[in-house]
């Protein structure tokens, strides 16, 4: 038997090529191969740079911090610079969602990081992963650094990797809570995306609410979309640079999972993408994540798939504190069935 090991990040606690890899040992097949991936979000720039450099910027609180600049060849002569919003403004960055100030939060960080990109080099590609992102404040922090240090980035040369097809407005309502946003905090950062949103209109002639995606990361793919940006599926540009389709048809299994499956992650993150990639080809999947909303986990297991939760085999305190020792038990346990 042929096994894919194709897993996202365990946001916060193991990165998808640290669970890829854990798998991977434990397994017990005739071949196993290891495909970590990404959407956008946490470990974006891990699985597809080839190196990196840390560059002095700011979190989301505005707090001093450093974050790294990936970087890939795609040719002999050309080089692509990869950017990850989760590394600079990212929720795991300051702690979660308990330590964030949703209001104040805002992602002046990712303009710091593209700032030192066009310094320090001349891309002739640039990438932004956005996903994971502690901010809701429609990519104001980013345009304003943008507008005041007149950084003119060649828009042909700007490519953001996006994780959810969220609109603009809703970014608020959406993702709000998840970033520590209480009902009366969603209700004014989505009176403020509107404002934000009739100033693009203004200021750029374009209303982001007619491109989906543009709530990424909080309303920066917006901001990034109105200077000029080009918009793409995160798991397909990663799929495609890794040629996951072709590694997918070379499998007998493919075993895939991220921190939680819920509905958000059958609408373009990786599970729903390695999930549409292996129907396609007729491959079963096993689905292993940390934790799980009940509907997705029958709708998961109604395609034909099977869907293994750590925190309901093993506790949640457990699936928390060890993802990775008990995804080994879990492999174990099912190469000697």
Known sequence: ????????????????????????????????????????????????????????????????????????????????????????????????????????????????????????????????????????????????????RRLAPDPRLLRVALDVQTRFSDAAAVFGPQKGASVEAVRLLTMRLGAARSWYQRWYGIDLDHFVGTGAAGGLSGALLAIGAELTSGFDEVAGRVQLARQIGDADLVVTGEGRLDDTSLGGKVVGGVLRLAESQGTPVWVVVGSAAPETVRAVRQRGHRVSVLSELFGLDMALANPLGLLTQLATAVSED
């Not at 097949?29 to 597809?48: I, M, Q």
């Not at 939060?105 to 996903?131: K, N, Q, W």
């Open 1 to 148: 038997m042929k096994v894919l090991a194709a897993f996202d990040s365990f946001k916060g606690t193991a990165s998808a090529r640290e669970v890829s890899h854990t798998l991977a040992r434990a397994l017990r097949a005739d071949e196993v191969r290891e495909c970590p991936l990404s959407d956008g979000g946490d470990g974006f720039l891990e699985v597809l740079a080839d190196r990196w450099e840390q560059v002095a910027t700011v979190d989301a609180l505005g707090r001093p911090c450093r974050a790294r600049l990936g970087y890939r060849a795609f040719d002999q002569d050309n080089v692509e610079v990869i950017l990850e919003t989760a590394e600079t403004i990212g929720l795991t960055r300051i702690g979660g969602a308990a330590n964030n100030d949703p209001i104040r939060a805002d992602s002046t960080g990712v303009a710091i990081l593209l700032e030192e990109a066009l310094r320090r080099s001349e891309p002739h590609r640039i990438l932004i992963g956005c996903g994971g992102s502690a901010v809701t404040d429609g990519g104001l922090g980013f345009i304003r650094r943008v507008r005041q």
